[in-house]
């Protein structure tokens, strides 16, 4: 195993626990798959309007704000969904497996703290979508284009400026789901999420690629910050939200991901092997490798300890 790449978090998955701490595992673990399971169910129930009813703000006719036309989405929920649910697993995979190797126990050892982290990244991520889909529920801000979706009744001949807090929509082109989503527009759930994924995959590849070229790392870590710039301007180009939805996407999105590395996976910190509960059996490694983006070899330590005991002779 490469120097460095070790079990550690909040929550490593030990190999080799007693009886007790297995039953205690499995206690936490079904407790989380239950919080996991009901925040999803209202986060669902919540997006297909069943409950509660999307709060209503009204609006001002001609308001140019809510005039655009609708364009579609240039990144779909589909596939936002699949970047930031797949790609972190496929990131944490590959950077554990190549730090412990693929075979024998070496999997033993990579595979649960894959694991681990990945459970870390869909706790943060649950909250954002859960905390995102209260904040559309509540505010029922009208997207911008609205009145291209809903078509008001009351907006047909009324006088610009003139305030409508009570309407009923008159499209019968699309679906009472489309019709609800109209007037969702804050926050940018794409933007909180596209963000979340960036700080939680930059943070990870900064952290756990350890020993290997630095410039790599960064361009690693330009993808998803490219991705997450493309969901969120194209979240404007495409009518879909105002830019202070945008905004307050992108700070939702910030505020968890920092939390979530810090909180639950404890800035990924590497501990050492003799610290790993393991029946395995995992080579001894020189306690001098130091953890700050590159590896000093023990070597190197060993010289600078020479020279400065001849320097104070």
């Avoid at 649960?112 to 649950?126: I, M």
């Avoid at 009351?154 to 009472?176: D, H, M, P, R, W």
């Avoid at 830019?243 to 909180?263: C, E, H, K, P």
Wanted: glycine residues 6%; contains cysteine.
């Amino acid at each position: 195993p490469v120097p460095g790449c070790v079990l550690s978090g909040r929550r490593s998955l030990h190999i080799g626990m007693t009886l007790d701490d297995d039953s205690k595992t499995r206690c936490k673990i079904l407790i989380e798959v239950l919080i996991f399971c009901t925040v999803s169910a209202l986060s669902i129930l919540m997006e297909f309007g069943v409950m509660p009813e999307v709060q209503s703000i009204g609006f001002y006719c001609g308001d140019p704000k809510i005039s655009q036309k609708y364009l579609g989405d240039t990144v779909t929920l589909k596939v936002l969904l699949f970047s930031t649910i797949l790609l972190p697993l496929f990131t944490i995979c590959s950077v554990e497996s190549s730090c412990y190797g693929t075979r024998g126990s070496s999997k033993k050892t990579w595979w649960p703290q894959t694991l681990a982290w990945y459970r870390e990244y869909l706790s943060g991520f649950l909250i954002v979508v859960f905390l995102t889909c209260v904040a559309k529920v509540l505010v029922g801000e009208p997207r911008p284009h609205f009145l291209d979706t809903c078509r008001p009744f009351q907006a047909l001949n009324c006088t610009s400026g003139k305030f409508i807090a009570s309407y009923t929509c008159t499209n019968s082109e699309v679906g009472s789901v489309k019709m609800r989503d109209a007037s969702k527009s804050f926050p940018s759930a794409h933007s909180a999420l596209s963000v979340y994924l960036f700080i939680f995959s930059a943070w990870y590849l900064q952290r756990r690629m350890v020993g290997v070229s630095a410039v790599l790392v960064a361009w690693l870590q330009v993808v998803y910050l490219v991705w997450a710039l493309v969901c969120c301007v194209t979240r404007v180009t495409d009518h879909r939200h105002h830019w202070w939805d945008v905004l307050a996407g992108v700070a939702l999105g910030t505020v968890f991901g920092v939390y979530t590395v810090y909180n639950f996976c404890c800035n990924f910190q590497v501990s050492t092997y003799r610290h790993l509960h393991t029946t395995a059996k995992v080579p001894e490694k020189s306690s001098n490798h130091l953890f700050k983006g590159r590896l000093l070899s023990s070597s190197s330590d060993t010289t600078a300890q020479g020279l400065a005991d001849v320097t104070a002779t």
